[in-house]
């Protein structure tokens, strides 16, 4: 079979994981280098997101390194690394681009964020002067991150709005907090 065709290749970027030595460290180093524990569906998806390497082999390696005792997955599905995946990675990170491992640990962090997002929000409509006001907030434990007051014409504006607001809450946070940076 050619290498180019081959399902456990496709839609990986030029510089991505093909190999599957890789992707495990990879695994082993997201794992470790995140202070939230990360799911089984989040190490996979933190390595697909930018094609950084075939979903196939990213679900098989997870389950692989749960198998070898190099990871652990409690009752919830967290994945944690054991001393052994620690003696693996410590030997063997260098083999990582540099490249490919800030971009997994920035998706990977992103994902936890959005889930942290996703239960910590309040939206509201209230009447203001010749419309409607909409008030948005985003929680992290007792702290507001962060509060946006929109105005809308109508209710049905409002409405829209804050249905918006409610259905990606992240990523309100995220476009808000990259339009800032």
Do not use: W
């Not at 098989?60 to 190099?70: M, P, T, W």
């Not at 804050?162 to 990523?171: Q, V, Y």
Request: aromatic share 8%; charged share 30%; with cysteine.
């Amino acid at each position: 079979m050619d290498y180019d065709s081959n399902v456990f290749t496709q839609g990986v970027t030029p510089g991505g994981l093909r190999n599957s030595a890789q992707i495990k460290l990879l695994i082993e180093y997201l794992v470790s280098a995140l202070e939230e524990p990360l799911t089984a569906e989040m190490a996979v998806e933190a390595l697909t997101k930018h094609m950084l390497a075939n979903y196939f082999e990213a679900a098989q390696a997870v389950d692989e390194l749960v198998k070898n005792g190099s990871l652990t997955k409690d009752e919830s599905g967290c994945l944690f690394i054991t001393e052994k995946g620690r003696l693996t990675l410590s030997e063997l990170d260098d083999e990582l681009p540099a490249t490919v491992r800030e971009r997994a640990v920035t998706d990977a962090a992103a994902m936890q964020m959005r889930r942290r997002i996703q239960g910590a929000t309040d939206s509201k409509i209230e009447p203001a002067d010749d419309g409607y006001k909409v008030i948005c907030k985003v929680f992290h434990k007792d702290k507001v991150l962060m509060e946006i007051t929109l105005y809308a014409v109508d209710y049905e504006q409002a409405d829209k709005i804050r249905n918006s607001f409610d259905d990606d809450p992240a990523g309100v946070y995220g476009s808000v907090i990259s339009a800032l940076y």
